[in-house]
């Protein structure tokens, strides 16, 4: 009985012996297979510390034009002007008292020499004087506006927000040449209920004369034309290709219906602007030939052409420890980086 139980034993443990490797095995594919399927391409790719940086207490949000870079700070009406050596030529505070302070729609666009001021909290645009820093004018909006961008001649396109429909983001286009009149066109809207949060960050190309709108929750680029009427569509190199982020209305203590995220959030890309014809962004999605470390260690921009439609290559901006970055603008070949409290001056060599 005894030889028995050892002879069992025997068996079962070599059973269970060959089955442990095969199951390794299965669980080592099945966890291949749940890779995210994408490369990117970083040879010959590198972002290079010029060592230039300028020290900046609450900055905000990153703009640039003509040799002029500012940085709006979170007071909002305050920014600071530098030139391309990150230089200080310039401190600039309003003299208007604005009533949302630190609101997350605050946006600043240089279009030189007019510094617009966008705060869609009050439905405004503020017009300040680059030189001074001084409102000179306002234009109403008339919807609370979540992303914006200028082409010139006071001519605006916006990602708004229209609380009166079910599905409230929509694209709206302005020709705010108000003094004769003020012209508002919804040209695009997309109703897609259920998946709503369709934010994400609007730029134009002045090369190509497009609007390039990077969607926050899925790997598409929309290229528009100044009509907002879509030119095509730039699908990412990740394989995240719609929006899972459900989104809704949910109705808080006070009885107002906030419409808001109703799943978790899958962000897929971040921070985008563009240079000449090309899209930088910042994508929130590891690659498969990325290592962890490196992953970890930096944010990583893709850029694609706006001209082709195709995606060029990748290459990182560094992190820098407990600070984080908040904006990043590309000209030609010199790159802007607005960390927590300072900002720094790159070169990208490709």
């Known amino acids: 009985m005894q030889q028995k ?18 199951a390794l095995y299965f669980m080592a594919t099945s966890l291949n297979h749940t890779k995210n399927g994408f490369d990117r391409t970083f040879s010959g790719v590198e972002l290079i510390p010029v060592g230039r940086s300028a020290d900046i207490v609450n900055p905000y949000r990153l703009a640039e034009s003509n040799g002029t870079i500012a940085v709006s ?125 369709e934010d994400g960050l609007l730029n134009y190309s002045s090369n190509t004369h497009q609007f390039v709108f990077t969607e926050f929750f899925s790997g598409a680029i929309h290229l528009l034309d100044t009509n907002l009427r879509s030119d095509w569509t730039i699908h990412t190199v990740d394989t995240i290709s719609e929006n899972m982020t459900k989104s809704g209305f949910v109705q808080t203590g006070q009885g107002k219906d906030v419409f808001t995220s109703l799943s978790p959030r899958y962000q897929v890309n971040n921070l985008s602007t563009v240079s000449r014809d090309s899209i930088f962004v910042e994508s929130m999605i590891k690659g498969d030939n990325q290592t962890n470390r490196d992953f970890m260690d930096n944010y990583t921009i893709d850029v694609y052409s706006i001209k082709d439609r195709k995606y060029l290559c990748s290459f990182y901006i560094p992190k820098r420890k407990h600070k984080y970055l908040l904006d990043f603008k590309v000209v030609g070949n010199a790159v802007y980086v607005l960390y927590t409290d300072h900002l720094e001056s790159f070169r990208l060599r490709a």
């Not at 139980?5 to 095969?22: E, M």
């Not at 729609?105 to 503020?126: A, C, E, F, H, W």
């Open 73 to 197: 700070l979170m007071e909002p009406g305050s920014f600071k002007t530098f030139n391309t050596s990150l230089e200080q030529i310039g401190v600039h505070e309003a003299g208007y008292k604005f009533t949302n302070r630190r609101h997350t729609s605050y946006q600043m666009i240089i279009d030189s020499p007019t510094v617009y001021l966008l705060i869609g909290n009050n439905r405004k645009i503020y017009k300040l004087n680059l030189s001074s820093g001084q409102v000179y004018d306002s234009i109403a909006v008339p919807y609370l506006f979540l992303r914006s961008t200028v082409w010139g001649n006071d001519h605006f396109a916006f990602r708004c927000f229209d609380t009166s429909r079910s599905h409230p983001l929509i694209y709206i286009s302005l020709n705010a040449n108000y003094k004769t009149r003020m012209n508002y066109d919804a040209v695009q809207r997309k109703d897609e209920p259920g998946h709503a949060m």
């Open 5 to 22: 139980k050892i002879v069992k034993g025997i068996i079962v443990t070599c059973f269970l012996g060959g089955l442990i490797p095969v």
